[in-house]
């Protein structure tokens, strides 16, 4: 790994960590720094992934891959479900492995799928930890990694392209959102997203959520927020009707009681992109807290990254939505 210095204390967002307190950034990737590839849900399309890599390639960083990150089978005679990239233990070997190899500065995932959540509770989290932060980039059923592992290493992550999404890594404002999260020290004020205002008004806090689906389907086993949060929904082929009852679980369970603003990404493939746009006003109209409606953010050709787990201010009046560092 690339000997990096500690940036000069200014506006900088370098902080100690506490699961109830400021995350820890991982520092800035340098030119030369090593990006690991890891597969922990679907099985990837070899070639996709590889072009996905010489992008990243062209931005200095240099690739590697984990062992299922390309399709490889499975070792032994388990036979692994087709919509998994390995079985469970082996995908989460293969991200303990990634993040524990010394050499290995960020974890970037494939692609998503389905598969996080059955092996999450298999990563070894105590080598994590004894490893150090480092960036975990990826977004969709990686939602399942970012709640996780921001919890257990109390560090930020970025909810952002994955490897195989090479639509999303050649879209100039995908890519510069990206790369200014993961190789140049965060800024305060830096803006992150920007939108129609649903709701106006003005609320500050951790930034928490993803794909709607993972979030809802957590209910039981993540904590709820106990804390000032800003949320971020994005989903993909969901029925105007499922977006209803997943936000409806999340209300009923008391996941919001502690949200203090909303980002709404793009919900594509639905059945009916007004019905959704209504079910979700519905539903989030009266919290009582801003939000951000239209964010670009998900499975689009445009999927600008967030900091999750970061300090964020979103400010919404009449006019527009906008979603800082703060």
């Known amino acids: 790994m690339t000997d990096h210095s500690t940036p000069a204390v200014d506006d900088s967002l370098q902080a100690i960590s506490m699961d109830s307190g400021p995350r ?31 992008i990243l390639r062209s931005w200095g960083l240099e690739v590697r891959y984990s062992l299922h990150a390309l399709g490889t089978p499975a070792p032994g005679p388990q036979q692994r479900l087709s919509y998994l990239s390995a079985d469970d233990p082996a995908r989460a070997d293969d991200f303990t492995a990634a993040w524990t190899d010394p050499a290995t500065s960020a974890i970037w995932a494939a692609r998503g799928g389905y598969g996080a959540q059955r092996m999450v509770d298999m990563i070894n989290f105590d080598a994590l930890r004894s490893a150090g932060v480092k960036h975990l980039i990826g977004f969709s059923d990686i939602t399942a990694l970012h709640a996780r592992l921001g919890r257990e290493l109390g560090q930020v992550t970025v909810h952002g392209p994955v490897v195989g999404s090479l639509a999303q890594l050649t879209d100039t404002p995908s890519v510069t959102q990206l790369r200014r999260l993961i ?11 920007r939108g129609a205002a649903l709701v106006s008004g003005r609320g500050e806090g951790r930034l928490i959520g993803g794909n709607l689906s993972l979030v809802a389907s957590d209910i039981g086993v993540e904590p709820i927020p106990t804390e000032a949060c800003i949320a971020v ?3 993909v082929g969901e029925d ?18 502690s949200v203090v603003g909303v980002v709404v990404g793009d919900f594509t493939e639905c059945d009916d992109a007004a019905l959704v746009a209504q079910a979700v006003a519905d539903r989030l109209g009266d919290l009582g807290v801003p939000v951000l409606w239209g964010a670009t953010v998900g499975h689009g050709d445009r999927n600008l990254a967030l900091p999750l787990g970061a300090q964020v201010c979103l400010d919404a009046d009449f006019q527009q939505a906008v979603l800082t560092l703060c």
Not at 29 to 45: C, E, F, I, N
């Open 233 to 235: 929904f994005e989903d």
């Open 183 to 193: 190789m140049k020290p965060a800024r305060r004020g830096t803006v992150l997203s």
């Open 24 to 54: 820890i950034w991982p520092e800035p990737l340098r030119a030369g720094d090593v990006v690991t590839v890891v597969a922990p849900s679907g099985p990837s399309d070899a070639d996709r992934i590889r072009a996905g890599a010489e």
């Open 240 to 257: 105007s009707y499922r977006v209803d009852r997943m936000l409806t679980q999340l209300l009923r369970s008391g996941w919001f009681d």
